[in-house]
């Protein structure tokens, strides 16, 4: 008896176009149009994924985001007073850490391209970690920012390559809900930061000033994971070590559904040149710049809460429910995601909207307000919310190898010149003024270009299904996929060859 499962008893309506020619270099089978999986296996595929590579990708964000929240604890306990800055030098002490990772995209986007992305990105987790111990030696601004430079240049890779790795593991409806999950790290992290340095701060036995120590275990605990993430975060499917033969199967076959090539070592100019005059690319680009611009507040409030007359004990009480808003926020829009899977970009402007109120109250409100400030200073951190839809867009609507590199590499210059320019106008202790007010400007201008977005979007669809009566019936006019030993499809075409391809809006 036939023990295959039958087509009735799988999850895919649509049908799959394969080659059914022989590659000379291939060693196994080539897969038919017929061959499926039922819904067990495929439960039970992405069941391990989460449980093998999910944590390990949250581990790392958990880490990233702690690395950076460390400056604005640090402030708070005598950082600023020791290396005696100035206000202007503190602002670039945050500004120069985008841009040691605004410097290491150009050579990034080549090498992610080349190298497998787990290994290339395990390396840089270990050296980041113990640049990241250096920050407790420097006795002056410069050295200071010196080592910030290179923190930022050692974490250039991580955000892009792990848009990738999700666009790998994953199918497109899965994508809002993983990404949130490690963009949560950045509430989680802030509110373990608070109470970290809360736990060192109140040790009066050290030998050396709090700031410092902080620097040294979070360096430490961060060169120890990207040890771990080196040795078990697999280079792809076919590497999964948590999954058997058939498991890796139905895996490939789960992927080459959703039109995945999965992860390649080519680098193909074409794909930069489709990238860079594709008009999606660049509204990608304004999602970096204009959801960081307002970043800056995640490094200042706790200076803002700190003006309003707390001691430093009672500021990072009252900083790290801030963290936990940014979490609930985040997980109410992947909630309503998962009611309108179709409409992602209208949740995104949807969650504009809270942190552009905070920052208006933080405008608005006078000194005395005293808990109306603190509120207003958790809604306008938010930032969270709507860069997690907008992540899990990028890695949604981009294919390609190459193409993907470039697109995410863009979101991420644009992400580092959006947090370089931002901490520059938080210079007027201690409301900020200039700051707030460029905040609340960037968001309205975020919810315009999201809105730009799903228009293009959408006529490209409506372009794509205008054509599908002509070529339905003619299989010449298919693209045609061929699985590889790997499991992937071997043709690494680009979401505008791919005419099959809708993207997500």
């Known amino acids: 008896m036939d023990n295959k499962p039958h087509l009735t008893d799988t999850i895919h309506p649509h049908p799959l176009t394969l080659s059914n020619e022989k590659d000379s270099d291939v060693l196994g089978n080539v897969v038919d149009a017929e061959e499926s999986y039922t819904v067990e296996e495929e ?12 944590p390990m990708i949250c581990a790392v964000f958990f880490l990233q985001y702690l690395d950076k929240q460390c400056l604005s604890y640090a402030s708070v306990f005598g950082l600023i007073a020791d290396l005696e800055m100035t206000s202007l030098q503190y602002s670039w002490c945050s500004s120069i850490f985008y841009v040691g990772q605004l410097v290491a995209e150009f050579p990034f986007i080549y090498l992610m391209s080349r190298f497998h992305l787990t290994k290339f990105v395990g390396v840089t987790i270990v050296i980041w970690g113990i640049i990241c111990m250096c920050l407790a030696v420097p006795k ?5 920012a010196a080592v910030r430079f290179l923190l930022g240049f050692a974490e250039g890779a991580v955000s892009p390559a792990f848009v990738t790795i999700t666009a790998v593991w994953y199918r497109k409806d899965e994508h809002a809900v993983r990404t949130a999950l490690w963009i949560t790290m950045n509430g989680l992290a802030q509110i373990t930061g608070c109470l970290l340095m809360y736990g060192i701060g109140k040790n009066t036995s050290l030998a050396m000033a709090p700031w410092r120590v902080l620097f040294l275990v979070c360096g430490a605990i961060t060169a120890a994971a990207g040890l771990l993430f080196y040795l078990y975060m697999p280079n792809g499917p076919n590497d999964a070590w948590f999954l058997n033969a058939r498991q890796k199967h139905v895996l490939s076959l789960r992927m080459v559904q959703d039109r995945e090539g ?32 307002q970043s800056a507040v995640l490094t200042f409030a706790s200076l803002v809460i700190k003006g309003l ?20 926020l985040l997980w109410i829009g992947v909630l309503v995601c998962s009611f309108l899977p179709k409409n992602r ?5 949807a969650l504009v909207i809270p942190p552009l109120v905070g920052n208006i109250c933080l405008m608005r409100l006078t000194a005395d307000a005293g808990w109306g400030m603190i509120a207003a200073s958790w809604l306008a951190s938010c930032i969270t919310a709507p860069w997690s839809i907008l992540l899990s867009l990028t890695a949604s609507n981009v294919k390609g190898n190459t193409k993907r590199s470039v697109v995410n590499t863009m979101f ?14 938080w210079t007027h202790a201690p409301r900020y003024f200039s700051g707030v007010v460029t905040a609340t400007v960037t968001w309205c201008l975020l919810f315009s270009t999201i809105l730009g977005y799903r228009m293009v979007c959408s006529r490209d669809n409506a372009s794509r299904e205008a054509v599908v009566d002509v070529v339905a019936g003619n299989s010449s006019s298919h693209e ?9 499809a071997k043709n690494d075409l680009t979401d505008k060859q791919d005419r099959e ?3 997500s809006r």
């Open 309 to 328: 007359g707390y001691d430093k004990f009672q500021t990072l009480l009252y900083t790290a429910p801030s963290g936990a808003v940014q979490i609930l």
């Open 140 to 144: 002056n601004f410069a050295g200071f």
């Open 412 to 425: 991420f210059i644009g992400y580092c010149a959006g947090c370089i320019g931002g901490p520059q106008l």
């Open 345 to 349: 970009t209208l949740v995104a402007m």
């Open 43 to 54: 439960r039970a595929v992405l069941r391990k994924i989460d449980l093998a590579v999910l």
């Open 262 to 293: 999965g992860d390649k070592t080519d680098f193909s100019w074409s794909q930069v040149r489709e990238a860079l005059l594709d008009v999606k690319s660049w509204f990608v680009f304004g999602f970096g710049v204009l959801v960081t611009m």
């Open 480 to 488: 045609k996929i061929l699985l590889d030993t790997t499991g992937a």
């Open 501 to 503: 391809f809708r993207y």
